[in-house]
């Protein structure tokens, strides 16, 4: 009896000897917080005159890569993109353009006062990454 007592304590103490011993892994997580995806830049072109207390809704937009694409283009044909002001507001909404990635941009915008006469005005912006940026673009 006494040997077999003698074993259970052994066998006890190299079980417990053995369960501590044994690097137990741990794993951490990493949580980002924030914007991880580049193309997560939008961008609001509002359209005004020189005071910028009168908003165009209705006004063209047309957004170009670079700025010599800008006034190489008097037809307006070569741009990136193209976007119309928000008639409903026209000072905050604007003309969106969603998903761009991050770059300078050049914008020339145009308010059509029919029989041919527009208002026209340029403007450009290098907007931050994961944000809706607001540019204000003066037509005269």
Do not use: W
Request: with cysteine; glycine share 6%; aromatic share 16%.
């Amino acid at each position: 009896m006494r040997y077999f007592l003698g074993f259970i304590m052994i066998s006890a103490l190299i079980f417990i000897a053995n369960s501590c011993s044994d690097t137990v892994p741990t794993y951490t997580t990493d949580t980002f917080q924030g914007c991880n995806d580049v193309n997560q830049t939008h961008m609001k072109v509002v359209v005004c005159d020189a005071t910028q207390t009168n908003y165009f809704g209705g006004a063209d937009v047309f957004m170009y890569l670079s700025e010599s694409a800008r006034t190489n283009d008097p037809q307006r044909t070569l741009y990136s993109q193209h976007a119309v002001t928000d008639n409903t507001d026209p000072a905050n909404v604007g003309a969106v353009f969603y998903k761009t990635p991050y770059q300078k941009y050049y914008f020339f915008a145009r308010r059509d006062l029919g029989a041919g006469n527009f208002l026209t005005g340029v403007g450009e912006a290098f907007p931050k990454m994961c944000t809706t940026y607001k540019v204000v673009v003066v037509v005269q």
